[in-house]
């Protein structure tokens, strides 16, 4: 009887064992899969919008490039010409993602940093015709969106391709009209200066604004776009233009698109280029 109990314990531990291995063993090989996966071409990725009412709900924020963020702040640069070109929707939704989305579940803190967390910036696209592909034969349409961090989609503000008003209001900035989308921040001061007062006028919604248009950068160099951030405009111009309510005030232009040309540094010559300044 006592050998027959010690052998069905001993049993019941093999088994337990086995499970554990299988367990792990699963988790490694789902895992090295994972790592080792190619990510598939930006055309060839689902497009997983909804459409509701006036609002699109974009593809959800994920990882979809292999560049590490040394090789994208090494490759960052201000591009200003543009192919004639169309962004895929995944693409689009990575930008506004990495500009102002959400990045903590519990606290719903923001891919930029804001002065106690007031988040004074409100975001818009202003999309070209035929600008943004969501599949082979469907196209978002053009059109002023403004973006909703906290559902990650689009709200249809007005339809057609204003960007030829945003390039006049914008001084004739070649850039802003060639671009097949341009990203414009804007700014509720009152939501920042109400706790920190002048000193979030005068420094901390214009450090924020920087810090987003850094990490539009570096989304656009990630995924081999091109952008540059434009400072001169007419502010009430852009205003009308976009149909923001009077309390937001215009702070940046952010024109994307495919580069005609794009030049890649390597490590190797910036450490040559130091090497060479060091003798």
């Known amino acids: 009887m006592i050998k027959i109990e010690l052998l069905a314990h001993v ?7 086995a499970i ?33 009412g006036d609002r699109i709900y974009l593809p959800l924020p994920r ?3 292999n560049v590490s963020v040394e090789e994208a702040i090494l490759w960052r640069r201000s591009i200003r010409e543009y192919r004639q070109e169309p962004l895929t929707i995944l693409q689009l939704s990575m930008l506004l993602w ?11 803190f923001r891919a930029s940093p804001s002065a106690g967390a007031t988040y004074p910036l409100e975001v818009y696209v202003v999309v070209g015709e035929k600008c943004v592909v969501i599949d082979n034969k469907t196209y978002l349409e053009a059109g002023i969106y403004k973006y909703d961090v906290y559902t990650h989609s689009l709200r249809l503000v007005k339809k057609g391709d204003f960007r030829e008003e945003l390039y006049r209001a ?35 919604v214009p450090m924020e604004v920087g810090h987003l248009g850094q990490n539009v950068y570096l989304m656009a160099t990630a995924m081999g776009l091109g952008t540059v951030v434009v400072g001169a405009f007419y502010d009430n111009e852009v205003v009308k233009i976009l149909s923001a309510p009077l ?14 040309t794009l030049r890649k540094t390597s490590f190797e010559e910036i450490q040559n280029f130091i090497e060479r300044n060091r003798r």
């Open 11 to 17: 049993i019941g531990i093999c088994l337990t064992i």
């Open 20 to 52: 554990i291995v299988y367990i792990l063993a699963t988790y490694f090989l789902a895992s090295r899969g994972a790592q080792l996966a190619p990510t598939p071409p930006l055309h060839e990725q689902p497009s997983e919008i909804r459409r509701v």
């Open 63 to 65: 990882k979809i490039t």
């Open 98 to 108: 990495a500009a102002y989305g959400v990045t903590d579940t519990v606290w719903g």
């Open 170 to 204: 914008a001084l004739h900035q070649d850039w802003v009209r060639d671009a097949a989308i341009n990203i414009v921040i804007t700014a509720v001061f009152e939501r920042t200066t109400r706790i920190y007062g002048e000193r979030g006028a005068v420094r901390y």
């Open 247 to 260: 309390e937001e005030v215009p702070m940046y232009i952010i024109p994307v698109g495919v580069p005609k």
